[in-house]
C-alpha cells in the first residue's frame, strides 16, 4: 500500500481528492466528464486488480467534476474472477493513505420489482451478504470487527437525493443484496431474496462497502438497474443484456454525480 500511496501522491504531485467514485458497468464514461485528467493504468499502481471483466476500463483518474477535486476508478475486480472478496482493497487502502474521506460506488444490478424496471436507479439503502464471503477474513487484528448499523452514510444518501431532484432524476431506494456470481440467479433464488427484504441484486459492491467502512471511510452506493430478476421477465439473462441496458440507467446517474458535484453537496 505505502508504495502506492507514494508513487500516486508522486504522479498526481499532491492532488489529493476527499471524494473519489468507483465506476461500474454503464458509467466508464463518466470520466470524460473530468477536467484537467490525469489517468493512470491500475497496471502501473502496486497492489490494484486487473479486472477480466468487459466494461471496466481498469484506470485511476483524478482531476475536476464541475470544478471540483475528484478521483475515480474506471473499474474493479469482482469476487467472481478469482475467488478473492478482497481484491480491491489494495485500491482502496491507497486512495485513504492519500486522503479520500468519502467513497461513492456505482453498480449494475437486477431489480426485484416491476415497479423498477431497467433503466432505473436506485439508491442503495442497506445491504445483504448472501454470499457469505468477507473481504476481513484473514485480518489479524480487532479491527477487523467492523460495525455496520450505518454502513451507507445518512448525510451521503441525502446529498444524493438532493442531487437527483436537482436533475430531474427519479431515485429509488431500497436494499442491495450480494449474490458471488458469475452466474445469474435462479427464479428460486430471487423468490427467496425478495421474502428476505431485498429490492435489487448484484455480483459486486459490498465487499467494497466492508473495506471502506474498515478504512473510516463514509460511503455511499447506487445501482443503476439492468434487468429483471429471473423468472420476472421472458427470456434467460445475459451479461449482454447488462452491456446493453448499463449505458440507459448510467446516463441518468451520471446526471445526479455531476449535480453532486456542481451544486457542492459532497465535501470534496
Same mark, same amino acid.
Given at each position: 500500500?505505502k508504495?502506492?500511496?507514494?508513487?500516486?501522491?508522486?504522479?498526481?504531485?499532491?492532488?489529493?481528492?476527499?471524494?473519489?467514485?468507483?465506476?461500474? #458497468?454503464?458509467?466508464?464514461? @463518466?470520466?470524460?466528464?473530468?477536467?484537467?485528467?490525469?489517468?493512470?493504468?491500475?497496471?502501473?499502481?502496486?497492489?490494484?486488480?486487473? &479486472?477480466?471483466?468487459?466494461?471496466?476500463? /481498469? *484506470?485511476?483518474?483524478?482531476?475536476?467534476?464541475?470544478?471540483?477535486?475528484?478521483?475515480? !476508478? &474506471?473499474?474493479?475486480?469482482?469476487?467472481?474472477?478469482?475467488?478473492? *472478496?478482497? *481484491?480491491?482493497?489494495?485500491?482502496?487502502?491507497?486512495?485513504?493513505?492519500?486522503? =479520500?474521506?468519502?467513497?461513492?460506488?456505482?453498480?449494475? *444490478?437486477?431489480?426485484?420489482?416491476?415497479?423498477?424496471?431497467?433503466? #432505473?436507479?436506485?439508491?442503495?439503502?442497506d445491504?445483504?451478504?448472501? #454470499?457469505?464471503?468477507?473481504? !476481513?477474513?484473514?485480518?489479524?487484528?480487532?479491527?477487523?470487527? =467492523?460495525?455496520?448499523?450505518?454502513?451507507?452514510?445518512?448525510?451521503?444518501?441525502?446529498?444524493?437525493?438532493?442531487?437527483?431532484?436537482?436533475?430531474?432524476? &427519479?431515485?429509488?431506494?431500497?436494499?442491495?443484496?450480494?449474490?458471488?456470481?458469475? &452466474?445469474?440467479?435462479?427464479?428460486?433464488?430471487?423468490?427467496?431474496?425478495?421474502?428476505?427484504g431485498?429490492?435489487?441484486? /448484484?455480483?459486486?459492491?459490498?465487499?467494497?462497502?466492508?473495506?471502506?467502512?474498515f478504512?473510516? @471511510?463514509?460511503?455511499?452506493?447506487? #445501482?443503476?438497474?439492468?434487468?429483471?430478476?429471473?423468472?420476472?421477465?421472458? /427470456?434467460? !439473462?445475459?451479461?449482454?443484456e447488462?452491456?446493453?441496458?448499463?449505458?440507459?440507467?448510467?446516463?441518468?446517474?451520471?446526471?445526479? !454525480?455531476?449535480?453532486?458535484?456542481?451544486?457542492?453537496?459532497?465535501?470534496?
Open positions: 500500500m508504495e502506492a500511496v507514494d508513487l500516486l501522491t508522486e504522479r498526481l504531485e499532491g492532488f489529493a481528492p476527499r471524494v473519489a467514485l468507483v465506476l461500474g #458497468s454503464g458509467l466508464g464514461g @463518466l470520466v470524460d466528464a473530468v477536467e484537467k485528467p490525469v489517468r493512470i493504468p491500475y497496471a502501473q499502481l502496486p497492489g490494484f486488480p486487473q &479486472s477480466g471483466v468487459t466494461g471496466h476500463a /481498469g *484506470a485511476l483518474v483524478a482531476g475536476y467534476m464541475e470544478g471540483r477535486p475528484v478521483l475515480m !476508478l &474506471s473499474g474493479r475486480a469482482h469476487y467472481y474472477e478469482r475467488g478473492d *472478496a478482497a *481484491a480491491m482493497r489494495p485500491a482502496l487502502e491507497a486512495l485513504a493513505g492519500i486522503g =479520500v474521506e468519502h467513497l461513492v460506488l456505482t453498480n449494475a *444490478a437486477g431489480a426485484l420489482t416491476a415497479d423498477m424496471p431497467p433503466g #432505473s436507479v436506485m439508491l442503495i439503502e445491504h445483504i451478504n448472501f #454470499s457469505g464471503m468477507n473481504p !476481513l477474513i484473514g485480518e489479524e487484528t480487532d479491527r477487523r470487527f =467492523v460495525g455496520m448499523s450505518e454502513a451507507y452514510d445518512a448525510g451521503l444518501r441525502t446529498a444524493l437525493e438532493r442531487a437527483a431532484e436537482k436533475a430531474g432524476v &427519479s431515485l429509488h431506494k431500497g436494499v442491495y443484496m450480494w449474490f458471488s456470481g458469475p &452466474s445469474f440467479e435462479t427464479p428460486a433464488e430471487i423468490r427467496m431474496a425478495r421474502t428476505l431485498a429490492d435489487a441484486v /448484484g455480483m459486486s459492491t459490498v465487499p467494497e462497502v466492508i473495506l471502506a467502512r478504512l473510516g @471511510l463514509k460511503v455511499a452506493a447506487c #445501482s443503476v438497474i439492468t434487468n429483471l430478476g429471473a423468472g420476472m421477465a421472458v /427470456g434467460e !439473462l445475459s451479461h449482454e447488462t452491456k446493453d441496458m448499463a449505458p440507459v440507467g448510467g446516463e441518468k446517474l451520471a446526471r445526479v !454525480l455531476r449535480c453532486l458535484f456542481a451544486e457542492g453537496l459532497v465535501d470534496a
